[in-house]
């Protein structure tokens, strides 16, 4: 068993780190849409979106107080595997008409950094929601 000051230690290393794994797929979306995605019917405004969710949900995982911390994690984490959900579509079978190859423009790096954050959200979420029911 972790000490009060271990927990609260992992819990601010996870939460740092998925607020910038966050802050970064926003800012690949908000990249790509400024390179051309914008002109891309659909696609382009879902781009616009989810850089600018992407970027709101890293503050919020930043600014939420401990006992709100496990819910804004969790739907941050259902966000961002949606979001690769997406990207995997559009590497597949396509999306709203889109096919997105595999060669494109930072594909490769948002593969990683949402799957790693889909990852340590959801670990963020285990550890504030233990974290909160220890305080208790």
């Known amino acids: 068993m972790a000490t009060d000051p271990t927990r ?4 601010l290393v996870l939460r740092t780190a ?7 797929m926003g800012a690949i979306h908000l990249a790509l849409w400024a390179d051309g995605y914008r002109d891309l019917a659909n ?12 970027c709101l949900l890293a503050v919020a995982l930043l600014l939420a107080p401990s006992r709100g911390l496990a819910p804004v994690a969790a739907v941050t984490a259902l966000f961002t595997a949606g979001t690769l959900g997406a990207l995997f579509l559009s ?3 396509g999306l709203f008409g889109f096919e997105e190859s595999a060669d494109a423009e930072l594909v490769r790096p948002a593969l990683v950094v949402e799957a790693v954050d889909v990852l340590v959200l959801a670990a963020l979420a285990v550890a504030a929601l233990d974290h909160g029911r220890r305080r208790r």
């Open 18 to 24: 998925a607020a910038g794994l966050t802050a970064t």
């Open 43 to 54: 696609i382009g405004g879902l781009f616009l979106l989810n850089g600018v969710l992407g």
């Open 91 to 93: 590497l597949t079978t």
């Open 8 to 11: 609260r230690a992992a819990v």
